[in-house]
């Protein structure tokens, strides 16, 4: 039995053990210290294979928590594109509005002027009738100097002839004055009511001029806005993009040392493909540091120890 443990154990096989002396021990206790040696063995790598589960289970969720922040980031993009072309058209709708309100207030302004020379032409008319009814004025002053006494007239017939004729002439005069205060009288009515309107008119159109270039002024605030806020945006854009981009030339850049020789060439937008190459590389790595730590910790030669762990797992 002692000998069968010793073959399975891989003597023949193992250049650098240490050789037990048993001239003062006796064979059971030589089979004892090595049961021991082979469980303290046994249970380090027990440990071994615990501590790569849990670094296995860690890479996993590793690789789990960068696919879901690639999709995050993906998902960002794509928000942020369909937010910029929001952006883009409201930015459109505001110039346009922004334009038809500066051609409405254009447009309220000449109506102004238009509504000024108006106005201007009708205080001239009045000014006119004015001048009118101080001409009219002279033939009644005429008409009261001729009811003085006057020694002009020395027959009956002219006297009466002339007062015929001033009597027709009085009457006409009055109804010229009549009808020239009643059509000063319209004209001064129509042009105060005119003048009213106008004025009306004027406050109403200087009212929404004010308020055009309010709104004018809060779009062109809006549109500062809106270009600051898509400045930032770009900036941010730009910033997840060069991030993206430097994560993608790491993973490259490491796959590229990770490589081995006559290993195939895996896709290289297939990042992952990359990670999980990358991932199984590191493995094998750092099972191979264990196993070279492993063989000196014991003076163990690597070629022998692979295969006794070979056998025993048969």
Avoid at 117 to 131: D, I, M, P
Wanted: with cysteine; charged share 35%; hydrophobic share 30%.
């Amino acid at each position: 039995m002692g000998s069968t443990f010793l073959t399975q154990f891989g003597v023949e096989n193992y250049d650098g053990l240490e050789k037990y002396t048993v001239s003062s021990t006796s064979q059971s206790t030589v089979l004892l210290q090595k049961k021991k040696r082979m469980q303290e063995v046994q249970q380090e790598l027990d440990r071994k294979k615990q501590e790569y589960k849990v670094r296995m289970h860690k890479c996993n969720e590793k690789e789990r928590e960068l696919a879901e922040k690639q999709a995050r980031i993906r998902e960002s993009v794509v928000r942020f594109e369909r937010f910029v072309k929001e952006n883009d058209a409201k930015r459109t709708r505001a110039l346009k509005k922004e334009r038809d309100e500066s051609t409405s207030r254009m447009q309220k302004e000449q109506e102004i002027v238009a509504l000024k020379q108006e106005h201007l032409q009708y205080t001239k008319t009045k000014e006119k009738y004015l001048r009118l009814l101080d001409k009219l004025s002279v033939f009644g002053s005429y008409i009261d100097s001729v009811l003085e006494p006057s020694d002009e007239f020395h027959e009956i017939d002219d006297v009466l002839r002339r007062h015929s004729t001033l009597t027709h002439t009085n009457k006409d005069l009055r109804q010229v004055v009549e009808q020239g205060n009643h059509e000063i009288e319209e004209m001064r009515a129509l042009l105060t009511q005119f003048s009213k309107d106008k004025e009306d008119e004027i406050l109403i159109a200087t009212s929404d001029i004010a308020g055009q270039q309010k709104r004018s002024d809060f779009m062109k605030n809006e549109n500062t806005k809106v270009e600051q806020e898509l400045q930032y945006r770009d900036n941010a854009y730009n910033d997840r993009k060069r991030r993206l981009g430097e994560a993608k030339m790491a993973i490259t850049n490491i796959y590229q040392r990770c490589k081995k020789g006559n290993v195939p060439h895996e896709d290289l937008n297939n990042f992952d493909r990359l990670l999980e190459y990358i991932q199984n590389r590191m493995l094998d790595l750092g099972a191979i540091a264990r196993m070279q730590k492993e063989c000196n910790e014991y003076k163990l030669d690597p070629r022998g120890w692979i295969h006794s762990r070979a056998q025993g797992n048969r």
